[in-house]
T-cell receptor
Framework: QKEVEQNSGPLSVPEGAIASLNCTYS??????FFWYRQYSGKSPELIMF????GDKEDGRFTAQLNKASQYVSLLIRDSQPSDSATYLC???????????FGAGTILRVKS | DGGITQSPKYLFRKEGQNVTLSCEQN?????MYWYRQDPGQGLRLIYY???????QKGDIAEGYSVSREKKESFPLTVTSAQKNPTAFYLC???????????FGPGTRLTVL
């Protein structure tokens, strides 16, 4: 079992819809979770991080964390074509200051 | 202008050559990381350094070497022992209070 798993996609949504991206992780002791966006040929850029169970909102983005079920999700409201990218989920390891990345989900927003 | 810089943007290596990728940061972060990304895959950790003059191997350190003589700089050398070095290399620095890693623009290495 991979430490951090994401559906590779592509996930296709129409412009203006809600895109829902999911990530599961294997280490129950993980405490810090991150979502990055990566455009083709570019480096990852941070969208948001979440530490506590529940929802965290930042503009059109909402991160949701459920530690009991070991999943973290990212919702993108009012999806725009410019949101088309690969979204990487990252989980901080319990021991050592390292991040483990999922392989990413490709999102395509169609206008 | 604060941030992380990597050079060169593109690098071509001949078989048997060692090449060094540069990573510099002016964010005053203690910890720095090197990742490799292959097409369609996530980031894999090569080496990381949590403080000057100290570094640890990541998951795929074979064929790579690093140094950390200054807080601002964390160069990565891809040696001839790395049999499949063609990839996108990313350097990151960690903001300690939030554990967030911020990335440089990357270096794309191609073996000729």
């Amino acid at each position: 079992q991979k430490e951090v798993e994401q559906n590779s996609g592509p996930l296709s949504v129409p412009e203006g819809a809600i895109a829902s991206l999911n990530c599961t992780y294997s280490d129950r002791g993980s405490q810090s979770f991150f979502w990055y966006r990566q455009y083709s040929g570019k480096s990852p850029e941070l969208i948001m991080f979440i530490y506590s169970n529940g929802d965290k909102e930042d503009g059109r983005f909402t991160a949701q964390l459920n530690k009991a079920s070991q999943y973290v999700s990212l919702l993108i409201r009012d999806s725009q074509p410019s949101d088309s990218a690969t979204y990487l989920c990252a989980v901080k390891t319990v021991y050592g200051n390292k991040l483990v990345f999922g392989a990413g989900t490709i999102l395509r927003v169609k206008s | 202008d604060g941030g992380i810089t990597q050079s060169p943007k593109y690098l071509f290596r001949k078989e048997g050559q060692n090449v060094t990728l540069s990573c510099e940061q002016n964010l005053n972060h203690d910890a720095m990381y090197w990742y490799r990304q292959d097409p369609g895959q996530g980031l894999r950790l090569i080496y990381y350094s949590q403080i000057v003059n100290d570094f640890q191997k990541g998951d795929i350190a074979e064929g790579y070497s690093v140094s950390r003589e200054k807080k601002e700089s964390f160069p990565l050398t891809v040696t001839s022992a790395q049999k499949n070095p063609t990839a996108f290399y990313l350097c990151a620095a960690r903001d300690t209070p939030t554990d967030t890693q911020y990335f440089g623009p990357g270096t794309r290495l191609t073996v000729l």
